[in-house]
């Protein structure tokens, strides 16, 4: 177990050591580089998930060029001398894609999944101006909706791979929250925050520890269906999976574990009438 994890950092560490900055301070990665530190031997053998990963980029509405740049890579040779050779300069979206489309098998690639994930998310919620002009509890409003939707889907998929009841369905979300707050359930959660009987704990969660929740719902449904995982027990432990891993990377980012954030002064149903009065008084 120690092993594995050792195995998990030391590859966060090579995505970081490999990470460049452009004059303007942007950052990218190499792709010759990446094909190494991915574990592809040979570049050929890397420009199939290139190129699957630029048609998810197009498909998702974004500008392929923005994210694939074309250039080329100083290369090194048995000889001790380097050699130009044709690369692109990847964004952290890019890289993302890539790993996404990558050999899930390989240890690297899993690891690569969760790494530019979380970068990627992060990422994005800094460069919303708007998000971040918000105030804490119209965050935590804005990503408890969020989570609603996207629980939604979890629903969804979750059926498919064979959770039927509200019972099962029960059972397969304690797994997810088991995972990321190690070991502690929703009943677990709901003490150990101090809750009163009729309060949610999503409704009592801080924004930091709803985006870790919200992380752990989308990507416990793309698995889901991406590797068309069938069966309640498989679906279980996937959720438990994701939820471990998402709980390994906030360690290793050095964050605060989910369970010992603050919890709120105000419930965010109490919060949102209050958005709500404020939004009608300005109305009038």
Request: proline share 2%; net charge positive; hydrophobic share 30%.
């Amino acid at each position: 177990m120690m092993k594995h994890t050792n195995i998990e950092i030391k590859h966060h560490q090579t995505f970081e050591s490999i990470k460049q900055l452009d004059k303007n301070g942007t950052e990218f990665w190499m792709a010759r580089q990446l094909a190494k530190i991915l574990d592809y031997s040979e570049y050929r053998n890397f420009l199939p998930v290139i190129n699957k990963a630029q048609k998810a980029c197009a498909n998702s509405g974004q500008i392929v060029d923005n994210h694939f740049v074309e250039m080329h890579e100083m290369v090194p040779l048995g000889s001790g001398a380097e050699r130009r050779m044709e690369s692109y300069a990847l964004s952290r979206y890019a890289c993302y894609l890539i790993v996404q489309n990558g050999d899930p098998l390989k240890p690297v690639i899993a690891n690569g999944q969760t790494y530019f994930a979380m970068q990627t998310r992060r990422q994005e919620l800094a460069d919303d101006e708007s998000f971040q002009r918000l105030q804490e509890n119209e965050k935590r409003l804005f990503l408890r909706r969020e989570m609603k939707e996207h629980n939604k889907k979890l629903v969804e998929a979750a059926q498919k791979a064979g959770i039927e009841s509200n019972l099962d369905f029960a059972i397969f979300q304690n797994h997810g929250y088991q995972g990321l707050y190690g070991g502690l359930d929703a009943k677990g959660i709901h003490a150990h925050k101090g809750l009163k009987k009729n309060q949610q704990i999503l409704d009592n969660m801080g924004s930091t520890e709803l985006a870790a929740n919200l992380f752990r719902a989308t990507q416990t449904e793309e698995k889901l269906r991406r590797e068309n995982i069938q069966g309640k027990d498989k679906a279980n432990n996937t959720h438990y999976e994701v939820g471990k891993k998402v709980r390994q990377t906030i360690k290793e980012l050095g964050g605060t574990m989910p369970e010992n954030l603050p919890t709120p002064d105000e419930d965010l149903k109490k919060v949102e009438k209050q958005i709500n009065s404020q939004k009608k008084l300005k109305r009038k």
